[in-house]
């Protein structure tokens, strides 16, 4: 099983960067491949961005391609989010999951571990 713990959002004005962090739990953090997603108030999950498991391949939501950059450090258990150019529209709980799988996974569905979250809000 693993545990994860996302921190690092907050409150950021329009334009501005912040990068969230997973802490991730276990000695196979190295074997999963990790996602970011998110969730506004009344909407769906979203696919934010996803990195394979050496870091090689990442993808992208199309909303965020160019302003948000997925990595991980596998020495330190950890998958970050490094977000610039916020817009009031990324406004939203932030959440990492881990999954066995591999390739492009968008769908929350194809995920097995979630973290509780961390709320990003981006004033205009």
């Known amino acids: 099983q693993v545990q994860l713990v996302e921190s690092g959002g907050g409150l950021v004005q329009a334009g501005g960067s912040l990068r969230l962090s997973c802490a991730a739990s276990?000695?196979?953090?190295?074997?999963?491949?990790m996602g970011w997603f998110r969730q506004a108030p009344g909407q769906e999950r979203e696919f934010v961005a996803t990195?394979?498991?050496?870091?090689?391949?990442?993808y992208y939501a199309d909303s965020v391609k160019g302003r948000f950059t997925i990595s991980r450090d596998n020495a330190k258990n950890t998958v970050y989010l490094q977000m610039n150019s916020l817009k009031p529209e990324d406004t939203a709980v932030y959440y990492c999951?881990?999954?066995?799988?591999?390739?492009?996974?968008?769908?929350?569905?194809?995920?097995?571990?979630w973290g509780q979250g961390t709320q990003l809000t981006v004033s205009s």
């Open positions: 999951a881990s999954t066995s799988a591999w390739g492009d996974l968008r769908s929350p569905d194809q995920y097995d571990y």
């Open positions: 990195i394979s498991r050496s870091a090689r391949n990442t």
């Open positions: 276990g000695r196979t953090f190295s074997s999963y491949t």
